[in-house]
């Protein structure tokens, strides 16, 4: 009877010998157990953010050679990097849902059409968008330039991109020779593409 009044001390009678100090230890044990995986898991996600963080402060690329790619466009034209070489390209992140876009676009496709008997390709890259959505965009601002779908954003991954819009200029030896992140306006790409052509 007394014994339910005092749990432990019924505890206490009924085990064997040397049974508390099991209990114990395997309560010891658990308790290890337990803050092992709560370092492991806090240095793992520490980890990531230190990881996503340096991506960050990378920032977009913008020296070096340019990232090869390929983009199938949504007419279904198939343009690698390396088959513009000796060109003057433009390569133009945006989104049909990116206001800032629309800011640019018919810059963009002006300038383009001014641009593109004189060595220069543009190349629109769409980034996590719908056909439907990024054809209707494309059809309102009247572009005309190549453009094609970031399929599993492999494109922008390789550039990293900060968000949309951003525009990469590639010189005529392949090699990056500037960003511009955020929405161009005039002159920009004239002040960016006549000294790039200029280039022997």
């Known amino acids: 009877m007394g014994g339910s009044e005092n749990p432990n001390h019924s505890l206490d009678v009924a085990t064997p010998d040397g049974a508390d100090v099991r209990v114990e230890s395997i309560r010891r044990g658990v308790s290890t157990w337990s803050r092992m995986t709560i370092y492991i898991s806090l240095f793992a996600v520490l980890g990531l953010l230190g990881w996503g963080l340096a991506r960050a402060q990378a920032g977009p690329r913008s020296e070096g050679r340019a990232p090869e790619f390929t983009l199938t466009t949504f007419e279904g034209e198939i343009i690698t990097l390396g088959g ?20 640019e676009a018919s810059y963009l496709e002006a300038t383009w059409r001014d641009y593109q008997d004189r060595g220069v390709m543009f190349l629109g890259v769409d980034y996590v968008d719908t056909e439907s959505e990024a054809l209707a965009y494309i059809s309102e601002f009247q572009i005309t330039y190549p453009n094609g779908p970031d399929t599993g954003t492999r494109i922008s991954q390789a550039f990293r991109i900060q968000g949309v819009p951003e525009t990469f200029f590639i010189g005529k030896d392949g090699r990056l020779r500037g960003v511009k992140v955020g929405p161009l306006a005039p002159p920009e790409l004239e002040e960016r593409l006549d000294p790039l052509l200029a280039e022997d």
């Not at 070489?85 to 876009?101: I, L, R, T």
Request: hydrophobic share 40%; net charge neutral; aromatic share 16%.
């Open 84 to 103: 513009l070489q000796g060109k003057v390209d433009v390569v133009n992140f945006w989104a049909s849902w990116c206001p800032p876009c629309r800011e």
